[in-house]
């Protein structure tokens, strides 16, 4: 081994970093010191991970009964260090009035906090073995405490505001964890439980084995007054922690709860040809999570509503908590088994668990379509943010940690899982699943990055990975087709097809795709090689004139494709579920674009289509896309215009049909648009009496649901239609939540103004789950009038959110605000923030104009059509 960047140190210090592992091959050298600053920067990363190996924390918290009171907890932090030529930095985003004692090596020395680092002072420190020991406040971010039960959520960079740690991925440790907790609390954690000890009458102790080596952000423990359930399944121990009430949804849901776990575990240990990795695999289910999941080593996180289902859950909602136990399975191989290097990375293990939940969804699910759901599931969510003017690519560069939640969003969960089935069709199934192995085995249990998987891959094909990935994964947006079909005596004579960037790059996506001619008997699908920036299709010159021409048949291609209009009355010669969802969402880009169809025509379109559409995942996919264009895209005048005929087609392709999934389906879309007195009547008199539809199951939520539906349109007695539906509520925990919102649904603006301001407080934005459930019915598009008013402040927040929130809850903040205004005015709020704030960071700027580009879309539409 060579050690370049040692030169400078003794040959003594030499020798004892070559006997310790170390090798400093690339990076900052050891003498360069790295600047103090708020976060984890980049810099300072790279320069720790070149000075640690071997680490290791023992850390203690001792959990009391009072959600108000202090945690105590210390911790002992073992390492071994290269290099002793500067101060240690270790993280730590609290108050420094949460230190107490810092021992290192044996001594006592005094504490200095400064910008979210416990600094350790160099000569404190030794080349080799080092040991910091901690007496310390656990901080409360992070700790989602409540009155008798919390969580621990540390991804991406909240490990740090917890407990004192190097917060960095590629510093991977053990971790042996031990928990003083109430008698009647239960607790889980990484590792199975050692022992536990009784602590006088109300306390007890949980000592827990050493973990497997992880990344700080996959720490977790989970502690509190849950109801656990032990099984075998496949000679395999499953422990799962909930505490649902609900007899119906338990008994129908805990047999399939364990039945996905194990499926999804047999797929990838075949998949992988490689055994589970890890001590245990425990999982927990927890009210209004902030996630749908959290992959955390032996104790993944789930929300509890996505695990529980009752007698009245629809196939799609079945086949959703099918890909979410896949998905969070999945990652004990890519994300925990292999690590990203740095969160820049953060897309690798989103996007193969997203693509190995949808294989193992396919053999899971009984009747699941995989291309069907892959259409559906991937392309609109990716579609909603590669069309905006803050779309961002898949790659994106990361200086410092603090700013990784900005990374995460719909084009890593969405776009990515296409672009790599993209690549798995150009490899082949068996290279690509070759090239995977090899990846997973040479770097389990560290680090990778893209390029290391690039790297991999191309040994296991000819095409040139490098050239393919820039555009694909380092640059966004989307390519625009056009085509010109030229015929003759009823022949095609010419096909061909075109492809430039939506921005209107020159840039290419190689891809390939399907084009369907359709018949009035028949469909012949032709494959699309677009290898270069214009396609002719030889295959079709000579055959006979088709009624229309399918873009993206099969549901694989990537773009925003031209629709033929003859489609629209002949949509019915598609007796393929796939290529009917190819053509809805064709149709719905088209008409965002204002290409070839507007909004009022596209509704009348899927108006007509609820009578006749069979498959429940495309129901799904119209009835969501036609609450889009009912409450956005056309102006409240056309849209009480419109309502009677919506309420009564509705009405009528719920009493048509005969599946109970779609009659639910189509109710909810009722209840969702229901703007007449007689259909609200309609609903009250199905709240009040608790008398289902015909055919229609409807459960303690959905009942919850219409009394918020009701209410936000100022139902009379709504105050008691809420009231009433509060006392129903059986569970504590939803019963909470309700309560939270109920100021929110107020017919009174002045109690909708006072809790909106409650929001403007970071502990009243601690429950993310029911601020962003508040904030739907506080912004409802019936509210508009006074709602626009709270646009400006939501934006001010922004920033204090994205450092003082989960993941997730920028995005979910500015998208639930933005999902339904429409007027000239609330679209130039909107630009007049991003004026007057021209500092704000880029990546938050993207997020605002990826939430607010349906409000600019349906903002220009109103003013072309003004003209």
């Not at 949460?98 to 979210?116: D, P």
């Not at 994300?335 to 293990?349: A, I």
């Amino acid at each position: 081994m060579k050690f370049p960047l040692l030169r400078s140190l003794s040959t003594g210090l030499v020798l004892s970093v070559m006997v310790s592992g170390f090798s400093c091959t690339s990076g900052l050298l050891p003498s360069e010191i790295v600047p103090l600053e708020t976060g984890v920067s980049n810099q300072l990363a790279q320069h720790r991970k070149q000075q640690i190996r071997h680490l290791l924390y023992k850390l203690h918290f001792d959990l009391p009964q009072n959600r108000e009171a202090a945690i105590a907890a210390h911790e002992t932090i073992e390492f071994e260090l290269a290099a002793t030529d500067q101060p240690l930095q270790l993280d730590f985003k609290e108050n420094s009035d949460h230190l107490q004692k810092l021992t290192v090596n044996g001594k006592q020395i005094a504490i200095r906090h400064e910008k979210e680092h416990l600094l350790i002072p160099a000569e404190n420190l030794k080349v080799g073995k080092n040991q910091i020991a901690i007496v310390f406040t656990a901080g409360d971010l992070s700790l989602n405490r409540n009155d008798d039960f919390l969580y621990t959520l540390l991804v991406p960079d909240r490990a740090r505001t917890l407990f004192p740690c190097f917060d960095q991925p590629d510093l991977k440790a053990v971790f042996t964890l031990s928990l003083t907790l109430p008698q009647s609390w239960q607790a889980l954690a990484n590792a199975p439980l050692q022992d536990s000890t009784s602590q006088g009458q109300s306390r007890k102790r949980y000592q827990y084995l050493p973990s497997d080596t992880i990344s700080t952000y996959l720490f977790s423990f989970a502690a509190g007054k849950f109801i656990q359930v032990t099984r075998q399944e496949s000679g395999r121990t499953m422990h799962f922690y909930h505490r649902e009430t609900d007899g119906e949804k338990i008994s129908q849901s805990l047999d399939p709860i364990f039945q996905l776990h194990r499926d999804a575990l047999q797929f990838m240990e075949t998949y992988t040809q490689i055994p589970y990795p890890f001590q245990k695999f425990d999982f927990v289910a927890i009210p209004d999570f902030q996630y749908n999941g959290m992959e955390h080593v032996g104790a993944i996180q789930y929300k509890a509503a996505s695990l529980f289902l009752d007698a009245g859950a629809t196939q799609d909602q079945k086949i959703a908590r099918s890909s979410l136990v896949a998905h969070e399975t999945a990652h004990m191989w890519f994300g925990d088994l292999v690590t990203m290097e740095w969160f820049n990375d953060v897309w690798m293990k989103e996007v193969f668990a997203n693509f190995m939940a949808d294989k193992i969804t396919q053999t899971s699910v009984a009747g699941s379509n995989y291309d069907l759901k892959f259409l559906i599931d991937h392309f609109p969510a990716a579609y909603s943010v590669d069309r905006t003017a803050g779309a961002n690519p898949i790659r994106q560069t990361l200086e410092n940690l603090q700013d990784a939640g900005t990374l995460y969003g719909n084009i890593i969960y969405h776009k990515a899982p296409i672009v790599m089935r993209q690549l798995e069709r150009l490899m082949g199934e068996e290279k690509f699943r070759q090239g995977l192995r090899e990846y997973l085995n040479t770097y389990a249990h560290g680090n990778a990055t893209w390029p290391d998987l690039i790297k991999i891959m191309d040994v296991h094909t000819p095409t040139d990975l490098e050239s393919w990935s820039k555009v694909w994964v380092s640059e966004p947006g989307r390519p625009l087709f056009d085509y010109e079909l030229k015929t003759e005596s009823g022949r095609i004579k010419d096909f061909t097809i075109r492809q430039i960037g939506e921005d209107g790059s020159d840039r290419l996506w190689p891809q390939l795709f399907e084009v369907a001619l359709v018949y009035p008997n028949r469909v012949e699908e032709l494959t699309v090689n677009m290898a270069t920036e214009q396609v002719r299709l030889q295959e079709a010159v000579g055959k006979e004139s088709p009624l229309f021409v399918l873009f993206n048949s099969t549901g694989q291609g990537y773009g925003l494709f031209p629709v033929d209009m003859h489609m629209a009355a002949t949509m019915s010669q598609l007796q393929d579920p796939v290529m009917r969802a190819s053509a809805y969402i064709n149709l719905y880009e088209n008409m965002l674009s204002q290409l070839s169809i507007t909004p009022a025509h596209l509704l009348d379109l899927y108006l007509a289509a609820l009578q006749q559409e069979p498959e429940e995942l495309n129901l799904k996919l119209l009835t969501g896309q036609l609450e889009s264009i009912f409450w956005r895209m056309i102006v409240p005048a056309a849209r009480v215009a419109k309502a009677p005929e919506a309420e009564e087609k509705l009405w009528q392709a719920l009493q048509k049909v005969s599946d109970k999934n779609a009659k639910k389906l189509l109710f909810s879309t009722y209840k969702n648009i229901a703007l007449t007195q007689e259909a609200q009547e309609k609903l009250y008199f199905i709240w009040q009496k608790e008398q289902e539809p015909a055919g229609v199951t409807l459960t303690e939520d959905d009942y919850t649901s219409l009394a918020l539906s009701l209410a936000v349109r100022d139902y009379p007695g709504a105050d008691n239609i809420l009231a009433t539906q509060l006392q129903r509520i059986k569970n504590p925990d939803r019963q909470k939540g309700l309560q939270f919102m109920l100021p929110a649904l107020s017919g009174n603006v002045v109690q909708r103004d006072a809790f909106f301001n409650t929001l403007t407080q970071q502990e009243n934005r601690e429950r993310e789950a029911w601020v962003l459930a508040a904030l739907q019915y506080l912004h409802h598009p019936l509210r508009h009038a006074t709602s626009e008013n709270y646009l400006p402040e939501s934006l001010k927040l922004l920033e204090e959110i994205q450092l003082t929130g989960d993941i997730f809850f920028p995005q979910n903040w500015l998208g639930t605000i933005f999902s339904s205004y429409q007027s000239p005015e609330a679209a130039q709020l909107v630009h007049q923030f991003l004026d007057e704030h021209p500092a704000l960071n880029p990546k938050l700027r993207a997020k605002v104009l990826q939430a607010a580009d349906g409000l600019f879309r349906a903002a220009a539409l109103q003013t072309s059509e003004a003209r």
